[in-house]
């Protein structure tokens, strides 16, 4: 840990994982997502694996979900976006793949979200626009977040960039973070580790961070 100007700047895994200072971000682990991915047991496994370790450890937990609007309060971009993850040329064609209550919608059975945990519900890639996650945080003191789920070259990679801009040090969990595309997700893995802003873990190592005894209330100064 490095001190100065009256900041504490920490450099590892080690000093960021700590339940005062980091907060777990479970990205869109939705049914009609996963319902696309060839590994999504593999991909769910960690997340979960992940997921319990953080819960042991005393770490606050938010999940997010992609919504889609209803075509007729839908804007632009929206449609835009549709027509073209839907490979579709006229907006009549479109069909909301993510509506509210709809079974697509929802969080895969496997992770049962706690009463204590929280949920935002996003239409947007980056989970810090329009959801009040970003204040959540702030609020909590929490100045880092590990972030898993689906899809790294869709939604996570935006998530970090835009976390990592609003002050906050993101920590991958590389293993626990799906995608469609292979390519893809490896040239956003390049571009992120690249950048220098996140913190790239994979499942075991955060997993014996997250359950390791905590002797303080807060971090180790």
């Known amino acids: 840990m490095q001190h100065g100007f009256g900041l504490d700047v920490p450099e590892t895994l080690e000093e960021i994982c700590h339940p005062?200072?980091?907060?777990?971000?479970?990205?869109?682990?939705?049914?009609?997502?996963?319902?696309?991915?060839?590994n999504a047991q593999a991909i769910t496994r960690e997340?979960?694996?992940?997921l319990n370790a953080a819960r042991a450890g005393g770490f606050r937990i938010f999940y997010t979900r992609h919504l889609s609007l209803p075509?007729?309060?839908?804007?632009?971009?929206?449609?835009?976006t549709a027509m073209a993850w839907q490979r579709v040329t006229r907006l009549d064609a479109v069909k909301p793949a993510f509506l509210r209550d709809s079974p697509s919608f929802q969080l895969v059975p496997e992770l049962e979200p706690r009463a204590s945990?929280?949920?935002?519900?996003?239409?947007?890639m980056s989970c810090f626009v329009?959801?009040?996650?970003?204040?959540?945080l702030r609020d909590c003191a929490i100045n880092a977040f590990a972030i898993m789920g689906v899809a790294l070259e869709v939604g996570i990679e935006p998530s970090v960039r835009h976390g990592a801009d609003l002050g906050y040090i993101p920590v991958v969990v590389e293993?626990?973070?799906?995608?469609?595309?292979?390519?893809?997700r490896q040239r956003s893995l390049a571009g992120l580790r690249f950048a220098g802003d996140a913190i790239m873990t994979e499942s075991e190592a955060i997993c014996r961070l997250l359950t390791r005894p905590h002797l303080a209330s807060s971090p180790d100064r």
Do not use: H, N, W
Request: hydrophobic share 50%; charged share 20%.
């Open 117 to 124: 945990e929280v949920i935002f519900d996003k239409i947007a």
């Open 20 to 38: 005062a200072r980091m907060a777990l971000i479970v990205y869109d682990m939705q049914a009609g997502i996963l319902s696309q991915l060839s």
């Open 130 to 136: 329009g959801t009040p996650l970003d204040l959540a």
């Open 175 to 184: 293993d626990a973070c799906g995608g469609r595309d292979l390519t893809a």
């Open 71 to 80: 075509s007729e309060a839908a804007g632009v971009f929206q449609l835009r």
């Open 47 to 50: 997340v979960v694996r992940v």
